[in-house]
């Protein structure tokens, strides 16, 4: 899984292009808001970045460090709510879908998951958390080929990625069992020896 990353801004003074101008109360509430995240105080910064959407209802940034409070917290659903928020002022940005998919996944939604860690991919192919997600979200659907699938990229992507070669162990273990176990209804004895062994382990 991924490390939670918030997002942090300077309070600028001058105009930029593109860039938007927050007053010095809203950039208070913000920065109070990223202090607490950082020393593990969720709720508190929960609290902050409230006020500061309060002020400006379109603080999308706020939004977005929220969503990974409200993450932290387990409060999943409040978590999906606001990276939704911020996707919609930033639907290139590949690290919210990939938060959200981690929302998604938590409830137990894999198809939720794998179609946000889809959209994250689309947007940075080189995006190694995003495959082993997806490929977890597979296998939990009993789509072990994808599942591998995803591993591999994942592994090609970063090379000393040890999660996703020992998901990827797990993936082929578990395709194992289902062939022993098609072999062994079959009649084949060898087969169901193989398959208790497997199953063991």
């Known amino acids: 899984m991924s490390r939670l990353k918030i997002i942090t801004i300077l309070f600028i003074s001058v105009l930029l292009p593109g860039v ?7 950039m208070s509430y913000f920065n109070k808001g990223n ?3 950082n020393e593990g105080n969720y709720e508190m910064a929960i609290k902050e970045y409230t ?10 940034d706020a939004y977005y460090n929220r969503g990974l409070a409200y993450y932290k917290k387990g409060k ?9 928020k911020a996707i919609g002022s ?3 940005n590949a690290e ?9 996944y938590k409830k137990g939604n894999y198809n939720k998951t794998i179609e946000d860690e889809t959209r994250a991919i689309s947007i940075n192919p080189k995006f190694a958390d995003a495959y082993h997600n997806r490929g977890i979200s597979y296998a939990k659907k009993g789509r072990y080929e994808d599942a591998i699938e995803d591993y591999n990229k994942a592994i090609a992507v970063r090379p000393g990625f040890t999660e996703a070669y020992f998901s ?6 578990r395709r194992a069992a289902a062939d022993f176990k098609k072999a062994c209804d079959m009649g084949i004895p060898v087969a169901c020896e193989n398959l208790k062994q497997v199953s063991a382990e």
């Open 20 to 26: 938007p101008i927050y007053g010095a109360d809203i």
């Open 35 to 37: 202090d607490y995240f």
């Open 51 to 60: 006020k500061a959407i309060s002020i400006d209802s379109q603080f999308m």
């Open 76 to 84: 999943y659903d409040e978590a999906i709510a606001d990276f939704g």
């Open 90 to 92: 930033s639907s290139n």
């Open 96 to 104: 919210i879908y990939h938060f959200r998919a981690l929302a998604y």
């Open 168 to 173: 990827r162990g797990v993936a082929y273990a």
